[in-house]
Each structure stands twice: as C-alpha cells, then as structure tokens.
C-alpha cells in the first residue's frame, strides 16, 4: 500500500491550497484517515482526522478554515486549507489506517512521503 500526497506550494497569508492523498495497492477497507503537519524544529501534529463513517475532527488552529473530507471510491483523503497563515508552514503527511485483505482483519498504518505548504506572510 502507498499514499501519494499532492497539492502543496507557495501561498500568501489569507489564500488557499487543497491537498489530496490517494492511497493504492492492495486495499480491502480504510479506516481512518488523517492529515498531520510537522513545522521545522517541532513535533508532528495532527491536524484533522476523518473516520470511515464520516465523522471529522480538527486541532483548535485548524478549525473554521480546514476541511477534510474523503472519496472512498478513489481512496483519497482531501484538506481543504482557506485563510491560510504563516504558521500554517509545514510539511504535512497523509496517515491511513487500512485493511488490505478481506480474509484478514488486520489493520495496518501508512504515511505519506510529505508535502511542503509555505505561506508566505
């Protein structure tokens, strides 16, 4: 199983940026998907998280300007990204908890190579 993240770039303060993660490979069921963001000289962060059913949850900067949302039908998690600001900047990852066999209820997690966002102030 892979994620592949797309959509980062160089934003000003106050524009916006949609990331998309699609997974591929071997896949019976995601689980849970989420976007973390990892700013230089700091931890990683979880930023937004979307479960199979739908249910959203956000880190406290992130709400009322990000949206996650999810396309089960092509195993692709999104975050829409509005009003975005300097200490947006970061390297943000993709995460998927997945079932990848259908005779097996194993889960399993997966991360994203990264994208850089900048936002420029």
């Known amino acids: 199983v892979q994620l592949e993240e797309t959509g980062g770039g160089l934003v000003q303060a106050g524009g916006s940026l949609r990331l998309s993660c699609a997974a591929s490979g071997t896949i019976f069921s995601i689980n849970t998907m989420a976007w973390y963001r990892q700013a230089p000289g700091k931890q990683r962060e979880r930023v937004a998280t979307?479960?199979?059913?739908?249910?959203?949850n956000y880190t406290d900067s992130a709400k009322g300007r990000f949206t996650i949302s999810r396309d089960d039908a092509k195993n692709t998690v999104y975050l829409q990204m509005n009003s975005l600001k300097p200490e947006d900047t970061a390297v943000y990852y993709c995460?998927?908890?997945?079932?990848?066999?259908?005779?097996?209820?194993?889960?399993?997690?997966?991360w994203g190579q990264g994208t850089q966002v900048t936002v420029s102030s």
């Open positions: 995460h998927a908890n997945i079932r990848p066999f259908g005779y097996s209820t194993s889960k399993y997690d997966y």
């Open positions: 979307i479960t199979s059913g739908g249910s959203t």
